[in-house]
């Protein structure tokens, strides 16, 4: 069973950086894919980007890739997002979530584990 708690989400003006942090407890954190979603207001969860147990791939939804960077520390079992160039559109709970499946995983259904979410909101 692993516990994720998020962090770091706030609000921020247009054009600024947040950065997200994921703490996963309860399991061996390296063999678990790690992905970030989020669901904004009126709208379905939505997939952001993935990383694979080592943290040697990546890969990003089109909407935040070359703003987004997903990184993870399998030493201190964290996985961060970095959110630069924010736009209005990014405002929504954003999710940690984890996998024992391998590879890079862009599908909701195909992580157990779900974080309680943290809001970061976009002012324009």
């Known amino acids: 069973q692993v516990q994720l708690v998020e962090s770091g989400g706030g609000l921020v003006q247009a054009g600024g950086s947040l950065r997200l942090s994921c703490a996963a407890s309860?399991?061996?954190?390296?063999?678990?894919?790690m992905g970030w979603f989020r669901q904004g207001p009126g709208k379905e969860r939505e997939f952001v980007g993935t990383?694979?147990?080592?943290?040697?791939?990546?890969y990003y939804a089109n909407s935040v890739k070359g703003r987004f960077t997903i990184s993870r520390d399998n030493a201190k079992n964290t996985v961060d997002l970095q959110m630069n160039s924010l736009k209005p559109d990014d405002t929504a709970v954003y999710y940690c979530a984890a996998s024992r499946l391998s590879g890079l995983i862009a599908l909701a259904g195909l992580y157990s584990y779900w974080g309680q979410g943290t809001q970061v909101t976009v002012s324009s």
């Open positions: 309860g399991g061996t954190f390296s063999m678990y894919v």
């Open positions: 990383i694979n147990g080592s943290g040697g791939g990546t």
